[in-house]
């Protein structure tokens, strides 16, 4: 009955580095999200994946940001030539069938440092 | 399109006394709204939401919010603080017309005073 997790949950890189965040969402849950926290702001939308399919892809910041999802399970971001300003929070979460009125469940996120 | 404003990042009270975090919206169809909740070093988690049956939405930790169409607030309130309240409140709202995305206020840090 375990919540949703993410790995690694801090995460230091140098600039230019590439980067995987993985989430694993509660089981059976068909909608997954990712968002961004930066500090002191509110959440951002990246991407989300009903099933393994996503749908709306219109939150990546850029084109050195992709993700997939595996088995309605797993999902993993990449950030690929890592620059200082995707230094922030990544948090994930995962909902029963994607309906507004749904509630999210979220992870306790991965804190990504670009030095 | 919709959003969500949260007035104040930071709103400290005393011990004891009355909480009040402001939550506005815009929406051009019904919303669905949310208050989850941050502390210190834990991830976010609900704390009530709204998706139009009664106005008045009972959450955990005596938290409560009213939805308010006429003044598009959601302004989420606790009779009496307690220092376990300190933590950042966020309001979203569900978007409605395609991924069902969170759209999040800017939240607001809670700081109780003893």
């Known amino acids: 009955g375990a919540g949703v997790s993410q790995s690694p949950s801090n995460k230091v890189t140098e600039k230019g580095k590439d980067v995987e965040l993985r989430c694993d969402p509660i089981s059976g849950h068909t909608a997954l999200y990712w968002y961004r926290q930066r500090l002191g702001q509110g959440l951002e939308f990246l991407i989300y994946?009903?099933?393994?399919?996503?749908?709306?892809k219109s939150g990546l910041p850029s084109d050195r940001f992709s993700a997939e999802r595996t088995g309605e399970s797993v999902s993993t971001l990449t950030i690929q030539r890592t620059q200082q300003e995707d230094s922030a929070v990544y948090l994930c979460?995962?909902?029963?069938?994607?309906?507004?009125?749904?509630?999210?469940?979220f992870g306790p996120g991965t804190r990504l440092t670009v030095l | 399109a919709q959003s969500v404003t949260q007035l104040g990042s930071h709103v400290s009270v005393s011990e004891g006394a009355l909480v009040l975090l402001r939550c506005n919206y815009s929406s051009s169809v019904p919303p669905y709204l949310f208050w989850y909740v941050q502390y210190p070093n834990q991830g976010l988690q609900l704390l009530l939401k709204y998706t139009s049956a009664a106005t008045l939405v009972k959450g955990i930790n005596g938290f409560e919010a009213e939805f308010k169409k006429s003044e598009t607030s959601f302004h989420l309130t606790k009779p009496s603080a307690h220092m376990s309240d300190a933590a950042e409140y966020f309001c979203a709202i569900a978007k409605t017309d395609s991924n069902y995305q969170l759209i999040w206020g800017a939240g607001t840090k809670l700081i109780i005073k003893p």
């Open positions: 979460a995962s909902s029963f069938l994607g309906q507004p009125t749904d509630t999210q469940y």
């Open positions: 994946f009903q099933g393994n399919s996503a749908p709306d």
